[in-house]
C-alpha cells in the first residue's frame, strides 16, 4: 500500500530564509509523488510532480523536491521565502493499485514572517 | 488558462436534506473525481469516474452518494440525505489520459458543504 508521511505539522519561516518541507513516502513500486498547495480560501494547486524521469523535480514559484529512493522521501525547499507562500502545502502520492486515486499527506501549514 | 470551477462556494443544509454539488471539469479531460477534506483531517478520495460509469470509490461513498455526468460538461455529487459528519470541504477533480500530464489532477476550489 503506498502513503505519505509529512513530517512538521506547521513551519514559521522568517522572509527571504529557505524553507524546507519533509514527506516520507511508503511505496512498493515506484510512485508517483506530487506538491500541491492550497492558498487561504482557494482550490488545491499542483506545486510539482515526480513521476521517474529526474529525481531533482522543478515546480511553480521557485520550488523544487528531491525524489530520494535510498530515504524514500521527497522534501519539498525553496531558497527563498516570500510572503505570498504562507499557506498549507500537502504531499501526495497516486496509488499504484487505482488509476487516479490520490492519497494524500496530513498537510503542512507554513506561515512566514516578515 | 482551463481551469476545474465548483458552485456553490458555499452551501448549507439541514439534516436529512438532499444537496448537489456542481462541478465543471477542464473541457477536454475525460476521468473525474471527487474527494473531502473535513476540518483538520486529510484530504480523502471519494470516488473516480470514467466513461459515464464509476471506476473506483471509497468505503465511505455509500447508497446515500451518487455522481453524474448529465451533459457534456457537468460532473454532480448528490448527497440524499445529509448527516452532520458530511460536513466538509468537497474538492472536484479531473485528469486527462495519455501524454506527460496523464498523471496530474487538476482540482477545483472547493464547495463547502456545512450541515446543520
Known amino acids: 500500500a503506498q502513503s505519505v508521511t509529512q513530517l512538521d505539522s506547521h513551519v514559521s519561516v522568517s522572509e527571504g530564509t529557505p524553507v524546507l518541507l519533509r514527506c516520507n513516502y511508503s511505496?512498493?513500486?515506484?510512485?508517483?509523488l506530487f506538491w500541491y498547495v492550497q492558498h487561504p480560501n482557494k482550490g488545491l494547486q499542483l506545486l510539482l510532480k515526480y513521476t521517474s524521469a529526474a529525481t531533482l523535480v522543478k515546480g511553480i514559484n521557485g520550488f523544487e523536491a528531491e525524489f530520494k529512493k535510498s530515504e524514500t522521501s521527497f522534501h519539498l525547499t525553496k531558497p527563498s521565502a516570500h510572503m505570498s507562500d504562507a499557506a498549507e502545502y500537502f504531499c501526495?502520492?497516486?496509488?499504484?493499485?487505482?488509476?487516479?486515486?490520490?492519497?494524500f499527506g496530513a498537510g503542512t501549514q507554513v506561515v512566514v514572517t516578515p | 488558462e482551463p481551469e476545474v470551477t465548483q458552485t456553490p462556494s458555499h452551501q448549507v443544509t439541514q439534516m436529512g436534506q438532499e444537496v448537489i454539488l456542481r462541478c465543471v471539469p477542464i473541457?477536454?479531460?475525460?476521468?473525474f473525481y471527487w474527494y473531502r477534506q473535513i476540518l483538520g483531517q486529510k484530504v480523502e478520495f471519494l470516488v473516480s469516474?470514467?466513461?459515464?460509469?464509476?471506476?473506483?470509490k471509497s468505503e465511505i461513498f455509500d447508497d446515500q452518494f451518487s455522481v453524474e455526468r448529465p451533459d457534456g460538461s457537468n460532473f454532480t455529487l448528490k448527497i440524499r440525505s445529509t448527516k452532520l459528519e458530511d460536513s466538509a470541504m468537497y474538492f472536484c477533480a479531473s485528469n486527462q489520459p495519455g501524454g506527460t500530464n496523464t498523471d496530474t489532477q487538476y482540482f477545483g476550489p472547493g464547495t463547502r458543504l456545512t450541515v446543520l
Open positions: 501526495v502520492v497516486r496509488r499504484t493499485d487505482s488509476w487516479g486515486k490520490l492519497q
Open positions: 469516474f470514467y466513461n459515464n460509469e464509476i471506476s473506483e
Open positions: 511505496s512498493s513500486y515506484s510512485p508517483s
Open positions: 473541457s477536454n479531460h475525460l476521468y
